[in-house]
């Protein structure tokens, strides 16, 4: 019996095909929300879970392995642009009267503007309030709740004036303090958002001027708002 010579297998025969290492799920689930996040701020919140899937070359059904719905993934893009980087020492240094109250203003918006001064956050934010979804007014509940109502109560404190467990803070009283942060942040929005400058910072000289002019006014424009209208005020 002659014996059969078998050749050595080829390389290609005898190793298996590479394979493609796949993420873990979490990884993978962050890497879409990222992408999503740079895809909503460029295109707002209008823009389709199908362009999104093919800009990220994922297809949809896939993208919804990972997000339940369209509601839900703008739920995580909340959660990540929005709450995850809202600081809980924020509401606390408002209410430090430890700290003179122009110092604590500067502390707190040298913070939160460095958080929020930068393009995706400032796009996100009007794409959302112009399409309606719930982003916007949830942040924006924040804001007051935890920011500018503690600020009122302080503004008070700090001129000696009544307390709010006497009269309830006014919503002249919030509309002045949110005349005075949305002029601080639409600073943001003309130099992120609307692409007017490359420079993402305010000046720190310019902060310090606007906090110093609000709190200067302040008694005045509080007093006058804790008025009484006058017989004189309510003839036509």
């Known amino acids: 019996m002659n014996d059969t010579t078998h050749s050595p297998p080829s390389d290609a025969a005898g190793l298996a095909a590479p394979r493609t290492r796949r993420q873990p799920r979490d990884q993978r689930r962050a890497q879409i929300l990222r992408e999503s996040i740079a895809f909503f701020s460029e295109h707002g919140f209008s823009g389709s879970t199908h362009d999104l899937a093919r800009q990220i070359g994922v297809t949809q059904p896939l993208l919804f392995r990972y997000f339940d719905s369209k509601e839900d993934l703008f739920e995580a893009i909340f959660k990540a642009v929005f709450t995850d ?53 949830r942040f924006f509940e924040m804001v007051e709740h935890q920011i500018l109502r503690p600020l009122c109560a302080e503004l008070r404190a700090e001129f000696h004036m009544v307390p709010p467990e006497a009269e309830p803070i006014t919503n002249d009283e919030l509309d002045y303090v949110w005349m005075f942060h949305g002029g601080i942040f639409y600073h943001g929005i003309r130099r992120c958002a609307f692409g007017t400058s490359s420079d993402h910072e305010i000046n720190p000289a310019m902060l310090e001027v606007s906090i110093d002019t609000f709190v200067s006014a302040a008694p005045n424009v509080i007093a006058r708002l804790l008025r009484p209208p006058s017989q004189e005020d309510s003839n036509p």
Do not use: C, H, K, T
């Open 85 to 137: 980087q809202w600081q809980e020492d924020w509401p606390r240094l408002i209410r430090d009267r430890s700290i003179p109250l122009r110092e604590r203003l500067a502390r707190f918006y040298r913070s939160y503007l460095g958080v929020i001064f930068n393009r995706d956050w400032m796009r996100l934010y009007i794409y959302a309030g112009l399409a309606d979804v719930a982003i916007n007014r």
